[in-house]
């Protein structure tokens, strides 16, 4: 339990996950029924950037700052409205950037009246902070707990419609063996439900296993998008990321399609820059 976010925060990671979390929220809201978002490793929710450890590694200026000072094509800015008007708002709407939102803030920006949240983090310190955050707010459930319990325990919730965001700190050599199995056990339980899944990619072989063990696992509509902003190596700063997604919205494949290429030409540290999105299993 060495990781803290606070140093990655608003980073090219974050980027690809909450730009993608709010394209399936928006669509999600598409329809009136509630949903609940369960979101398993939720971190400390709101993020100084001009402290600490946000501001001694300064990631975020190579993520959300450069979004932010590039001008965006209309579709491109259309399509990043809903989580930039977010981190927008807990600035006060000053245009300046020193706070970023994390993904339990960000999904709870994003919700309605009747929709819920529960978060869990396993950290207590993070817990604690993040329980003070949302304080009053009964739309939200914090809980200090093992995220890998959560994923198994939580679904189906009453709602019926919900998206788990798993976002693991790949601090421990298995996680990616976590993140399967805790996927499957919760997709046995709740073959309908959303979830979204945060990985970095460092070593290719790696995720090509995870992915690999995805495949086979009879878990149907998985899809992946990853992007790269240079060459990733295993000895070096993470480069790129990955989002494993089940019953992803039909609509966000298109979506992403335009959104990658303007992110990987942003975001861009040197060669090998790239972008993907593909299915792993159909229907
Ligand atoms: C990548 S960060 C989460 C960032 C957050 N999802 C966001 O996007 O703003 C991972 C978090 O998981 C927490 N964590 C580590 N192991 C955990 C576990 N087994 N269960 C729940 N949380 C855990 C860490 O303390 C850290 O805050």
Sequence with gaps: M??????????????????????????????????????????????????GDAQRTGEWKQGIGRVLETPQPPKVAELLAPWLDVVREVNGGSGKLSL??????????????????????LHPLDAAKLAELFAGDYHTKVIELDGWHAIKSFVPPKETRALV???PAFEEPNDFEHLASGLYKAWRRFGTGVY????????RKLVKRFYD???????????????????P???????????????????LRNELQTLLPWLTETLQQGRGAEW???DLTGE
């Design 276 to 278: 993907k999105v593909f």
């Design 213 to 231: 063990a995805m495949s086979v696992s009879g878990i149907t509509r998985i899809s992946v998008a990853e992007h790269f902003a240079g060459r």
């Design 100 to 121: 970023y939102p994390g993904s339990p803030l960000l999904a709870r920006k994003l919700m309605r009246e009747q929709d819920r949240l529960t978060a869990t983090e």
């Design 165 to 167: 965001v798993v976002d």
């Design 233 to 251: 190596a295993a000895d070096k700063p993470m480069a790129g990321s990955g989002l494993i997604m089940i019953n992803a919205p039909w609509v």
């Design 196 to 203: 979204m899944a945060w990985y970095p990619i460092k070593d």
């Design 2 to 51: 060495n990781y803290r976010h606070a140093f990655h925060a608003g980073n090219i990671g974050d980027v690809l996950k909450h730009a993608t979390l709010a394209r399936i929220l928006t669509y999600m809201k598409t329809k009136d029924t509630p949903f609940r978002v369960i979101d398993t490793h939720a971190g400390l929710g709101l993020y100084d950037l001009t402290k």
